[in-house]
């Protein structure tokens, strides 16, 4: 191929890239403008959806909280590829090239259409991806007309007029030039903007709140629950520290003066609650463990904070609950839902519609203005996150969204320990050997917690102040005999009822992960 040809063929890809970067750009700020997901986040979210329960659940296990920018990063990734694509066959096809720009436009018109994460119209949603599609194919064929236009002509010539003819390179520079920087400035131009003018109504009103002192407070936390130990989990999780899983590419934006909440179905009278009317109600201040029932042995997903929120009982018993029903269909903003066992909502674990977090309004990635919090269930059958509807109802007229990819229908939280301290292959000085870490037993508390190094027998760790039975808690072990090598912790833990847990190790799929967690470590 001569020198020639391939000059051509790199610019064709420039402008390619050129025309989808200006197609990503103009639309993500048509998208901040309108309040709706951008293209990008829109395909994504369809991806989301389309995407078989075990491939989210490795997602989940291999990327942690960086799930959703891998998958963004996915997005762009494909797109910039179907651009080179794109610029490739341009010099023998200006018309495919053209077509197959059109069509990834149609497909972000389609993910606007069908996107449930956003509560706009979705012939709203749909703009942005309609101005990719006008903008991305626009952009190409200015640059294309322009890297064809010989200079001191002004008719665009054929790119290739066959395969195996060398083109001269006396196209109009400056034409293409100017075009190549016009487009450049819409992607820019696009991207800043959309930065700038992007919905901000729900953080707004996050910030003009103030926490409502509760009408029935937490006891302090009892002294001696914190451990000892550096490095263990401190006994409050730091709310940008607490975990998150959801189904949502971006949080969605729920400002707090327009929010309401509605209970229906089988009741004796539909409710409809705005915020403040939820803030006007008695609220309770409890502290309480929160899991994800995705979380292998070990992991990271779990936390524990201080949540003010409504009982989740007075809000039923002011609709009134009918006979036959055993179960709260709840559903987010986003159209997410989750089937929550009515008995766990109604029993003295104090279930809560929670509008504050460690002392602050909801954080935007928690649920703000109002999620559900109900001690004991996995957070996948009780903690609907941006809830705006309750219904009361029967399982076996529903099925959630998790339930529908294969999880299990109800999934009382399991008796299990972690180990914080020592990581994974750390060394530690024999003076400074001591283990850490946390158990759980929600609902049924935890009576004690053992380790077992190397082979040896199981010995009693020290176990943290009691909080509450739907906390986890601390534990603690000091290796006073410890001897230098290669060793490894296991622990496990036994709750109030006189179970101990498993060791029999099991995927977190259907209904929660079980076995012991174990750490090798050296002693120096």
Not at 276 to 293: F, G, H, K, S, Y
Not at 388 to 393: A, F, R
Request: hydrophobic fraction near 45%.
């Amino acid at each position: 191929m001569s020198t020639t040809r391939v000059r051509t063929r790199l610019a064709a890809i420039g402008a390619a890239l050129l025309a989808a970067a200006a197609g990503v750009g103009a639309s993500a700020l048509g998208a901040a403008l309108l309040g709706v997901p951008s293209p990008v986040v829109a395909v994504g979210n369809r991806a989301i959806s389309l995407t078989p329960g075990p491939i989210k659940d490795f997602a989940i296990r291999t990327f942690g909280d960086n799930d959703k920018a891998v998958l963004i990063g996915g997005v762009l990734v494909v797109l910039t590829a179907l651009a080179v694509l794109t610029g490739v066959v341009a010099p023998q096809g200006r018309v495919l090239a053209l077509t197959i720009t059109a069509v990834i436009g149609l497909v972000a018109v389609a993910a606007g259409l069908t996107d449930s994460s956003t509560s706009a119209n979705p012939a709203v949603a749909s703009v942005p991806g309609l101005i990719a599609l006008t903008v991305g194919v626009g952009s190409l064929a200015w640059l294309l007309a322009a890297l064809t236009k010989q200079a001191g002509q002004g008719r665009p010539r054929p790119l290739e007029p066959h395969p195996d003819d060398d083109l001269d390179g006396d196209f109009d520079r400056r034409s293409f030039l100017a075009a190549a920087l016009a487009t450049g400035a819409v992607a820019g131009i696009g991207g800043l903007g959309s930065r700038v003018f992007a919905s901000d109504a729900a953080a707004t009103s996050r910030a003009d709140l103030a926490v409502p002192e509760p009408t029935f407070p937490a006891p302090p936390v009892p002294p001696g629950a914190d451990s000892p130990v550096p490095g263990v989990a401190p006994y409050l999780t730091p709310n940008e520290d607490f975990y998150r899983v959801d189904i949502n590419l971006t949080v969605p934006d729920v400002p707090a003066d327009t929010w309401r909440l509605r209970i229906h179905g089988m009741v004796d009278r539909e409710v409809s609650l705005s915020f403040a009317d939820v803030l006007a109600m008695p609220l309770v201040e409890r502290r309480i463990t929160l899991t994800c029932v995705s979380n292998e042995v070990g992991g990271p997903y779990i936390g524990n904070a201080t949540w003010i929120g409504v009982r989740m009982r007075d809000l039923l018993e002011r609709a009134g609950v009918r006979t036959g029903a055993d179960a709260l269909k709840s559903t987010a903003v986003d159209g997410f839902t989750i089937g929550t066992p009515l008995g766990a909502l109604l029993d003295d674990r104090e279930a809560m519609l929670a509008i504050a977090m460690n002392g602050e309004p909801l954080p935007l990635a928690h649920g703000f203005p109002a999620r559900m919090v109900v001690p004991g269930l996995y957070g996948y059958v009780s903690a609907t996150k941006w809830v705006q509807d309750m219904e009361v109802t029967r399982f076996a007229d529903f099925t959630p969204y998790w339930i529908e990819r294969g999880w299990a229908e109800r999934a009382p939280i399991k008796t299990l320990s972690r180990i914080d301290v020592p990581g994974s292959f750390e060394s530690v000085k024999a003076s400074d050997a001591a283990f850490g870490g946390v158990a759980w037993a929600q609902t049924t508390g935890i009576e004690k917690v053992e380790v077992r190094i190397d082979d040896g027998d199981w010995r009693q760790a020290t176990l943290g102040a009691e909080d509450n039975v739907s906390t986890w808690r601390q534990w603690t072990y000091r290796w006073q005999e410890a001897t230098s090598g290669s060793h490894q912790v296991t622990v496990r833990a036994t709750d109030k009822s006189g179970y101990t847990q498993t060791s029999d190790r099991v995927s977190p799929r259907p209904d929660g992960a079980t076995g012991w967690h174990s750490v090798d470590f050296t002693v120096v």
